[in-house]
């Protein structure tokens, strides 16, 4: 329907995603973009070793046209307790087994419950009716905030805790990825036509960027591409 | 039992305080530090233009010797949508039932959640077990994530959320004076010997920090002295 040149975007037409700059966050973002008119992208500094990340989501969410992207800053340090943000070493060279049998050191405590709970915010400012997040439960078994359990209680909770879900119109949280494999999230990513070279996954960086090959993320990364049978742009 | 000195701190006998300063945190910190060994406050600078709260939280952390005090800096204003942190005016005058009707626009959008959020994670941190926040449903009814049913939903998620909850080292989310009356929680804190003078309640202070007399928490924080029979040592 025309409408005399002003595009006119229901609340069911907007959603928050909230994008790390990472494989499955930019998946998620290609799949959002796809959905609904008006897309908005929500990323941390959070004080993590891999800011590389942030550089990667800026330029993602550019290249995505989103409508706005918000970085939000969070001292997460505060309270200590994760390799991501502190000085204790991340594991390395460890099979997608031995990464997924144990809650891992790079861990960090209740990060997907406040970033979700900054993306139920500005959800709710805006209206929009869908929060978008790329939580795996395969990949990452050892993280309680990425089983479907928590993201369903999650959701319970965002709708007793917000104007909108009081008056009726109930926040969706989704995590189309949650049950997937890898190699099954890159084949959708490159139907989408995702660029995984603009991504990045590396928990341990060096100084200009280059992943360094051998943590959990680029093990899942590697192997998730060797079992997808593609080849990663941004190399082996 | 003599422990040879060193006094034994299990986690049931560690907890988090949400404190923001005001009347209601407080008198959950007095009752916190009568049932916890360790007590750990947190509060938030999140753009309010009552920052003198602040200052209240610092003094009365202190006083209460809280074995640590975090201020953790977060910018709601990102998504606007509120009169505590943008430039819409405080409602003033209203009754107790005027400010209970409906959602006021102080309302900042999922400022509990997130706060909880934050008070989870230093939890998990420090292996506490309970988190205590003073949000009462009778004053701010208006206020969807005042609610039990709020409260209840929260701890449910966190439970799912955590390593903790998870290894069966559960959370409870304590709410103490959630279905109180301001003058029943006024009286208690007198009780538990509570100095109401170094609280602070007001969402418009004046430049030096003097309250308005005229907004909501004003209003509900005068009413309740005068139902209790009790003169507030801040002034009438």
Not at 124 to 130: D, H
Not at 137 to 163: H, Q
Not at 171 to 189: C, D, F, N, T, V
Request: hydrophobic share 40%; with cysteine.
């Amino acid at each position: 329907m025309y409408h005399g040149g002003i595009l006119s975007v229901d609340d069911e037409d907007k959603a928050v995603v909230l994008l790390s700059g990472g494989l499955d966050s930019t998946t998620v973002l290609a799949l959002a973009t796809r959905e609904h008119a008006e897309v908005y992208a929500l990323s941390f500094s959070y004080g993590q070793r891999h800011g590389v990340e942030l550089e990667a989501a800026r330029r993602i969410a550019k290249s995505y046209g989103v409508r706005e992207h918000v970085v939000v800053e969070i001292d997460l340090r505060r309270f200590g307790g994760s390799a991501l943000t502190d000085d204790i070493p991340v594991p390395k060279d460890r099979s997608n087994e031995e990464s997924a049998a144990s809650i891992p050191p790079t861990y960090v405590p209740a990060r997907n419950t406040v970033f979700l709970s900054f993306g139920m915010a500005w959800a709710e400012v805006l209206g929009a009716r869908s929060l978008y997040s790329g939580v795996n439960a395969v990949d990452y078994s050892g993280y309680p905030d990425c089983r479907p359990e928590f993201i369903a209680a999650f959701e319970v909770m965002a709708n007793l805790a917000t104007k909108a879900g009081v008056e009726g119109r109930r926040l969706a949280l989704r995590a189309p990825l949650i049950e997937m494999q890898k190699s099954e999230i890159i084949k959708l990513g490159v139907e989408l036509g995702v660029d995984y070279g603009a991504t990045h996954s590396c928990y341990d960086p060096g100084e200009a960027g280059e992943a360094c090959g051998r943590c959990d993320s680029c093990g899942l990364r590697r192997r998730g591409f060797e079992a997808a049978g593609l080849q990663d742009p941004r190399g082996a």
